[in-house]
């Protein structure tokens, strides 16, 4: 009886550890469950409210301003293992180099590290084990901006990203005197189909209709009123200029008060503005007492016919009311010449005229 109760209690005792195995696996299979559904989102992709899983490869990273290589580059490739493999290369206008023996090898759209990067893995595949591979520009053609109108020094300029108005503008070395009250960017008229200019957000509607300067109806053109540029303190004004762009400074109307005046000169006048004698008399700030009121005239610059003409004036009329005053055209140079000065009353029209460039020039605004 005795041994009989032995057995049963080590029966027992084995059931116990058997139950308690199995209760075990199955707690361990309930845990793996949602351990085998994380390694599955691992691979098949990012579970829900989970950050994604970051590369561990590092990849050098370009700024969006770094110069991207276009066609019509002049490219140096140096080879520090095989000088044979030196040249200059030219990006065409498919842009591609040809570099034997390698074929040819896209450049355009990549900066010069990423295309020694490209360079040095084709030499890897082919010919050598570890070369060593140089690219430098030797010419920047493909991004050109040009400056044009009211600057000391218009010309195309080459820029590596987005600049401000600014700075392009001191590309030019600066404003010339008969710079006007605004200027013109013309989005990607350099270029049929304009590319690598998008802002981040690839919305250029919104970066235009929130600049002070008026964007144009075709939306391709922007104006910015140079006062505002220069002296506000909102850097929106300075807007930036992309590869493609052309900049436009507009000429300031002007009109030339000459001969005996107290203050001779050249006065710039608002865009679109129209003034007449007396009020150019009056930014002259008024005839000396000496002048010859009856014998002034306008000289208006050479048109179509290619000879300047003469207008008349008595300006001692004009100043009583008893003749209409004259309405004057931009580049119309009002003369005043001395009474007593026989020579100068009838200076001919061409002296006059080549005076005008070393006239001082004075801004009405």
Sequence with gaps: MQKY?????????????AMGLVGVAFCLNI????????????????????????????KPEFKDDEYRIGAGDLLEITVLEAAELNRSLRVSAGGEISMPPLGTVKAVGLVPQQLE?????????????????????????????????????PGVFHISGPKGLLEVLSMSEGLADDAGNTVLV?????YSAETNRVPEDGNTASLETSLPGAALPDATTVEVDLK?????HDHRYNIP?????????????????LGDVKKPGGFLLHNHETISVLQALALAEG????????????????GISGKSTEVPLDLSKIMQGTTPDTQLQTKDVVFVPKSGGKAAAFRSAELILGSVPGALIYRTW
């Design 5 to 17: 109760a032995k057995r049963s209690w080590s029966l027992a005792w084995i059931a116990l550890k």
């Design 31 to 58: 845990l793996a469950q949602p351990l085998s559904s994380q390694e599955s989102g691992r691979t098949g992709g990012t579970l829900a409210g989970s950050p994604p899983a970051k590369n561990d490869e590092s």
């Design 287 to 302: 005839l000396m007492p000496t002048s010859a009121k009856s014998q002034a005239r306008i000289i208006r610059a050479a």
């Design 228 to 232: 505002n540029l220069l002296d506000s």
């Design 241 to 257: 200029v992309y590869p493609g762009d052309v900049v436009k400074v507009n000429r300031a109307g002007i009109v030339y008060v």
């Design 117 to 153: 990067a490209v360079i040095r893995e084709l030499l890897r595949r082919s010919i050598m084990n570890d070369p060593h591979v140089a690219v430098f520009l030797r010419e920047m053609n493909s991004h050109p901006v040009s400056v044009t109108g009211a600057v000391k020094k």
């Design 186 to 190: 013309m989005r990607g008229a350099n």
